[in-house]
């Protein structure tokens, strides 16, 4: 753990799901070279959900030059664009194609059916935070900060697949959204936020039948989002005790420093789902590790310079030497 270390929740979480993946990701900075394209549309939807409270909203309470939803539209077609003609970004332009449908669907139809319909008293969009507790610093970014009858709340935007009557319960146990309260409130102890409001936005439930075009097809997933916003927008208020959030606090203390005392690293099991270090951790031939190392992960922007050395042949063992308030 660096000096200059802000302790996430996704540290955290990374930390108890996967002591090596921690070693490799947040001590050693170990980044993919890889572009990670399973977090990309649900980037741009974050993006554009944001631009709408930021710019469209924000720059009528500050009597700004108006930003409209068509704007924001043609700004994303033209980064789409952009994105689309750079190499190993997709599958193929049928894939692109469907992934900025998706992506319309879901701006336009939060738009018309949750954005322009909110009653909120005030708005933080996106936002990077950070605060000391206990002489760590803790840090993350919020989806947005807002005040609804009175009372604040922390907001978060989700896109899934699906969403079960399992994940709604998961919600109201969910550490990150304790996580994020307890900062919101460590800024600002005078607003006392009480939960956090989550906006789930779920994936086409529609498949391309046989006798439609490409283009037809795209045009029915977003039509899809505007004739049943209530399957695809689901929004769910979570709330947490005063005595949750402190018991929360307190751990998050425990936890940094036993991340500090910790000394054993253990490869996982090949049982570990999505990870980009996957393939590195588990490979046994050490020459194809060198090669991962090499070509796909890089520290601080360069190739990294404590791993790639040690393997010199294939039969060798592997030496694993802004403060902003609320209105």
């Not at 996967?18 to 980037?43: A, E, I, M, N, W």
């Not at 930021?54 to 994303?76: A, C, I, Y």
């Amino acid at each position: 753990m660096g000096s200059d270390a802000k302790i996430t929740y996704s540290e955290i979480r990374t930390w108890k799901e996967c002591r090596y993946k921690h070693r490799l990701g947040y001590q050693q900075r170990l980044t993919s070279l890889v572009p990670k394209t399973y977090f990309r549309l649900g980037d741009f939807v974050h993006r554009y959900i944001d631009a709408m409270y930021k710019e469209m909203r924000g720059s009528q309470s500050q009597h700004l030059p108006t930003v409209t939803l068509d704007d924001l539209m043609k700004r994303l077609e033209v980064e789409w664009t952009a994105l689309s003609k750079q190499p190993n970004q997709f599958e193929s332009e049928e894939d692109a194609k469907i992934d900025l449908a998706i992506i319309r669907g879901m701006v336009l139809g939060y738009h018309d059916h949750v954005f322009s319909k909110e009653q909120f008293e005030g708005v933080v969009t996106e936002r990077e935070v950070q605060c000391e507790i206990g002489g760590v610093v803790f840090g993350g970014k919020i989806d947005g900060l807002v005040k609804m009858d009175g009372k604040y709340w922390t907001m978060e935007h989700k896109t899934a697949s699906s969403f079960s009557e399992t994940d709604r319960r998961l919600l109201f146990i969910d550490d990150q959204t304790t996580h994020y309260l307890v900062l919101a409130n460590e800024l600002y102890p005078e607003k006392h936020f009480i939960g956090s409001i989550r906006n789930i936005l779920k994936k086409p439930s529609i498949k391309q039948t046989k006798k439609e075009t490409l283009d037809e097809y795209c045009r029915r997933v977003v039509d899809d989002y505007h004739s049943r916003p209530e399957h695809y927008f689901v929004r769910i208020l979570v709330t947490r005790t005063p005595e949750e959030i402190a018991a929360y606090r307190e751990y998050m203390q425990t936890v940094t420093a036993e991340m500090a005392r910790d000394v054993v690293f253990k490869a996982p099991s090949r049982d570990c789902g999505m990870c980009e270090f996957m393939e590195y951790c588990t490979e046994p031939v050490a020459d194809i590790k060198a090669n991962i190392l090499m070509s796909q992960f890089r520290i601080r922007g360069q190739r990294h310079q404590e791993l790639a050395p040690v393997f010199v042949s294939p039969n060798s063992s592997v030496n694993q030497t802004e403060r902003s308030i609320v209105q």
